[in-house]
């Protein structure tokens, strides 16, 4: 059974739900607490998986010094799954550069699919065939 460390920030009452992979690009961010619960079992792909919940007065100061893979570390802890982690937190080399290529390529698309809904509904009901698309897309 997996464990996770969901953190609560005291002052804008957020949850951080952190990812498999322990890096800030995999947790996800939501003001409801059920909401998180969802997503940590989602992630983790575990629906048997022990949550807890820790309020913290800031993210940024827990995220990385006291916490990997979503909880606590243990004070002589050996089972370190990022340790083939480069130094920014990716894992591969050229991780970042596929990243900015993806949302590179979702731009394209997406500026492709406004173009299409407006070509189909003019400047009339194209408007409301791409918030449709949109919806649609996820």
Do not use: C, H
């Not at 607490?33 to 820790?54: C, H, L, P, V, Y």
């Not at 800031?58 to 370190?80: L, P, S, W, Y």
Request: glycine share 8%; hydrophobic share 30%; proline share 4%.
């Amino acid at each position: 059974m997996s464990r996770v460390t969901i953190l609560k920030d005291s002052s804008s009452g957020e949850f951080r739900v952190p990812g498999p992979s322990g890096t800030e690009a995999s947790a996800y961010y939501t003001d409801s607490k059920s909401d998180a619960e969802g997503t940590a079992k989602r992630m983790w792909n575990d629906s048997n998986i022990q949550i807890n919940f820790r309020t913290v007065p800031d993210f940024d100061r827990f995220q990385n010094k006291n916490f990997q893979n979503g909880r606590m570390k243990a004070k002589n802890e050996t089972n370190n799954k990022l340790a083939n982690a480069n130094p920014d937190g990716t894992i591969s080399p050229d991780e970042d550069r596929k990243r900015k290529d993806l949302i590179q390529k979702a731009k394209r698309i997406s500026e492709e699919l406004k173009r299409e809904a407006y070509n189909i509904g003019g400047s009339f009901r194209g408007p409301g065939i791409w918030v449709e698309v949109k919806r649609n897309l996820g």
